[in-house]
């Protein structure tokens, strides 16, 4: 079925095809978005004289505008870094995902169900984790933890770039949006960990 035919525009397109692949959980490349997205609507980013094949730049640019305002800013990331799912992103999938997917004629499918609400089961993994980390043993306990406990709550080290330092940092802090001793005790990691990074870049 055609995109025109089911009334979603491209930068929806991508959106659902990062939402099967898992983009609320962790960042997906342009490659593999592009690649789930042909699978559900073949012609809509393919090229004009080899309909066979995905113009990338055509995916790259829905991805683009996918995160942009007009689009409701549906995504974040860039090419380099992946792609993830903002929270606006989750709600329209919540909304419109099982739809889109019925009429692209997958209802009733295994991904479907796996990915119906990708951010509660995401989060309750990621809460387990938390609250096992040495960083919140000690937070909770009054005590500072030390810039590598508080990395590791980021799943980032000295090896993680900047940019993937962002994106890490900013899906976590939106994963527990509302619920405010998560909240605090990420926002706490968070300076720690920033305070190190500068202390990286004086040394340098």
Do not use: C, M
């Given at each position: 079925m055609s995109v025109t035919a089911i009334s979603v525009s491209k930068p929806e397109l991508v959106t659902l095809a990062l939402a099967l692949l898992g983009g609320a959980d962790?960042?997906?490349?342009?490659?593999?978005?592009a690649v789930k997205a042909h699978e559900l609507a073949a012609s809509a980013f393919a090229w004009r004289r080899y309909p066979d094949r995905i113009n990338l730049?055509?995916?790259r640019v829905a991805l683009v505008d996918a995160s942009r305002a007009k689009s409701g800013s549906?995504?974040?990331g860039r090419g380099r870094g992946g792609w993830l799912l903002t929270n606006q992103g989750v709600a329209w999938f919540s909304v419109h995902g099982e739809?889109?997917?019925?009429?692209?004629?997958?209802p009733g499918s295994g991904t479907e169900a796996k990915v119906k609400?990708?951010?509660?089961?995401?989060?309750?993994?990621?809460?387990?984790?938390?609250t096992r980390s040495d960083?919140?043993?000690k937070?909770?306990?009054?005590?500072?933890?030390?810039?590598?406990?508080?990395?590791?709550?980021?799943?980032?080290?000295?090896?993680?770039?900047?940019?993937?330092?962002?994106?890490?940092?900013?899906?976590?802090?939106?994963?527990?949006?509302?619920?405010?001793?998560?909240?605090?005790?990420?926002?706490e990691m968070a300076s720690i960990v920033q305070s190190?990074?500068?202390?990286?870049?004086?040394a340098k």
């Open positions: 962790q960042p997906f490349d342009t490659e593999d978005i730049e055509l995916v549906l995504v974040q739809s889109l997917l019925a009429a692209f004629g997958n609400r990708p951010e509660t089961q995401h989060r309750e993994r990621e809460r387990i984790r938390l960083a919140w043993i937070w909770t306990a009054g005590v500072s933890p030390s810039a590598s406990e508080a990395s590791s709550v980021f799943r980032i080290d000295r090896y993680t770039g900047p940019h993937d330092r962002l994106i890490k940092a900013r899906a976590l802090l939106q994963l527990f949006e509302g619920d405010t001793q998560i909240e605090h005790f990420l926002a190190q990074t500068e202390g990286e870049v004086d």
